[in-house]
């Protein structure tokens, strides 16, 4: 069994720890069950910036008629 020690007491958003959590090894299916009961959906990428790869998560939401 491993143990992940989370400290947010500095803050993070929720598509980081979702990032970050992918990147160390969780399966981004676990995101669907929110897709299901909320009009949004979640792309996973990899990025690079300023010279470090990194994983993000983007939350799109799918809402129709709002102007």
């Given at each position: 069994m491993r143990t992940l020690v989370f400290d947010g007491?500095?803050?993070?958003?929720?598509?980081?720890?979702?990032?970050?959590?992918?990147?160390?090894g969780a399966d981004p299916a676990v995101l669907e069950?929110?897709?299901?009961r909320l009009p949004v959906r979640y792309e996973v990428s990899e990025t690079t910036r300023n010279g470090i790869r990194a994983t993000a998560v983007d939350v799109l939401l799918d809402r129709e008629g709002d102007g």
């Open positions: 007491r500095t803050g993070a958003a929720g598509d980081m720890i979702c990032a970050a959590l992918i990147a160390a069950p929110v897709s299901e």
